[in-house]
């Protein structure tokens, strides 16, 4: 599972503003597909659409699975709550037993390399660290589909490469098919196993460069 596919896709806001025209876009597992394009060319609403949280105007969005997670660039972490307490946070709303969220929550922190961390607060954690704390909240509910909005943008140079490859393993081993929205075409180019690239209006795919490297690279 996390097979997702764009077929026809057009998007035209209440505002009249086409976002997207003609999107036709497939993601099997084992993919870790970038879009890459300029402000305001329609990638958050390519991946609002993959969420679910908005309907196409024409066209089809597919997921085989209901396992999405979503990681934004602003992780919005809860400041009053340990770094576990943030993590078991989606899956106390999927209503997982505690037990069990306990013990995922603490799996997902060490995978993150986070252990020792657990009941350390926001605060008192660094920019990359809440990044991967972010991460660990999005990993507990074992995502088929992980789409990502910019994550990275926001962080300074050292802890976005830092991150880039923290995320390039996650994907070697947690094996779920990735959505990658950057404004950076080197970091789309090293994240990922093909590059969509889009234009603005409408927003559109205008090509898809497969990423000539083997992947997973070490
Ligand atoms: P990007 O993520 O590439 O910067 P967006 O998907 O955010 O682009 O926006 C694509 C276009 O759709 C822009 O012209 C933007 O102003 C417009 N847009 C996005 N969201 C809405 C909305 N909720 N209502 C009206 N227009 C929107
Ligand atoms: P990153 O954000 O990628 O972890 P940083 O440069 O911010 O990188 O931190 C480097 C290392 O310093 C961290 O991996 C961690 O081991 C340690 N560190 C950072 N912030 C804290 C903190 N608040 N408490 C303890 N150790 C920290």
Redesign the pocket.
């Known amino acids: 599972r996390g097979t997702l596919r764009f077929a026809g896709v057009e998007?035209t806001?209440?505002?009249g503003?086409?976002?997207?025209r003609a999107v036709d876009l497939d993601l099997s597992p084992g993919d870790f597909v970038s879009?890459v394009?300029?402000?305001?060319?329609?990638?958050?609403?390519?991946?609002?659409l993959a969420s679910g949280l908005?309907a196409p105007t024409t066209g089809e969005v597919l997921a085989d699975t209901d396992k999405i997670s979503y990681l934004f660039q602003d992780p919005t972490l809860l400041e009053w709550r340990t770094a576990t307490k943030n993590v078991e946070l989606a899956a106390e709303l999927h209503g997982m037993p505690k037990e069990e969220r306990r013990r995922k929550a603490a799996e997902a922190l060490a995978v993150v390399g986070l252990a020792g961390f657990e009941k350390q607060l926001p605060s008192q954690l660094s920019g990359g660290m809440r990044m991967r704390v972010s991460l660990a909240r999005a990993l507990i509910l074992d995502p088929e589909i992980f789409l990502f909005?910019?994550p990275f943008g926001a962080l300074d140079e050292i802890t976005r490469l830092r991150m880039q490859d923290e995320l390039q393993r996650l994907f070697r081993t947690q094996g779920f098919t990735g959505l990658f929205?950057t404004h950076s075409v080197s970091e789309a180019v090293y994240l990922s196993t093909r590059v969509a690239v889009?234009s603005?209006?409408?927003?559109r795919i205008v090509r898809q460069i497969d990423v000539p490297f083997e992947f997973p690279r070490s």
């Open positions: 998007k806001f209440d505002t503003t086409q976002a997207l879009i394009g300029p402000s305001g060319c329609g990638k958050s609403t390519l991946l609002r908005t909005d910019e929205i889009m603005a209006r409408p927003g």
